[in-house]
């Protein structure tokens, strides 16, 4: 077995063994506004329920690791002390996933990971439409655990409403946990699928993906597509150019003939069958070579 003492692994190594070994973990897709009234929004998997009276949620936005700067969400919360925690399900975790980029401040992530805002009830951060749970929370306490990479922040929250999905309920009004199909986090890349088991995000760029708002307009509305798709495709650093298209495509008997059909849905469907293999370079070059 080995065995270690926590100051003798650099935070990079300590916080790979900590989310690895504590896990799955809950995520808070956490919604808040800064001074400007500027929306931000992003995920964290240092969060749980802590009480049910009063409703008691906490989440913890980490100082990151690698330069010791702190996160849009714990700056907003310490200036407005308002968030609206998001549940996070499997028809969203793709969106969610690109929402977490290290998007300048004043970019809206909302925009960018092509998730829908709407208005609170009683405080002023939007929330995640398309979430099937919303809690609308004050922030009642801050707690700072250490001023070094990867030290977390309590952010202590009371829910002051909740919002749920009638689609999710079952014959007696509660949440069915197999309609609601939460995911939660765990090491690495991967995810938990509450109702399937384990599979794998891949992590957004270190640089800054496209956003699903730079998505054209013939491939957001195809109905072949869902939000998961589209988080997919917005992941990308920059689309392909027509040189390397035109290879892709003279390279690939099967996309050569889905093209040469004109049916624009064959099209979209040979796209996602690349995007289920997580091959969103290749869905983009069969989608732009219909241009």
Known sequence: MLSFEPHTLSPAQLQGYLQSAVAPRPIAFASTIDEKGRPNLSPFSF????????????????????????????????????????????DIVQQMSLSSTEYPDGVNEFIKSGLT?????II???RVAESPVQMECKVNEIIALGDKGGAGNLIICEVVKIHIHENILNDKGM????????????GGNWYSRSNQGLFEVEKPLS?????VDA???????SKVFDGNDLGKLGNIE??????????????????????SSDDVEKVHLKAKE??????ALSAWKVLLAKL
Do not use: W
């Not at 409703?55 to 330069?67: E, G, Q």
């Not at 690349?274 to 091959?279: A, C, R, S």
């Open 47 to 90: 969060f749980n329920v802590f009480s049910s009276n009063p409703p008691i949620l906490v989440f913890s936005p980490a100082r990151r690791v690698r330069d010791n700067t702190t996160k849009h969400t714990l700056e907003n919360c310490h200036a407005t002390k308002q968030v609206v925690i998001n549940v996070v399900n499997y």
């Open 117 to 121: 805002m709407m208005p609170s009830d």
């Open 124 to 126: 002023k951060p939007y």
């Open 175 to 186: 949440i069915d946990q197999n309609k609601i199909d939460l995911v939660s986090r765990l």
């Open 207 to 211: 640089t800054l993906g496209i956003g």
């Open 215 to 221: 998505i054209p307009e013939f491939i957001r509305e």
């Open 238 to 259: 920059a689309l392909p150019s027509e040189e390397e298209i035109t290879i892709f495509v003279q390279n690939n008997i099967a996309v050569k003939a889905v093209l």
């Open 274 to 279: 690349y995007l289920n293999q997580n091959e």
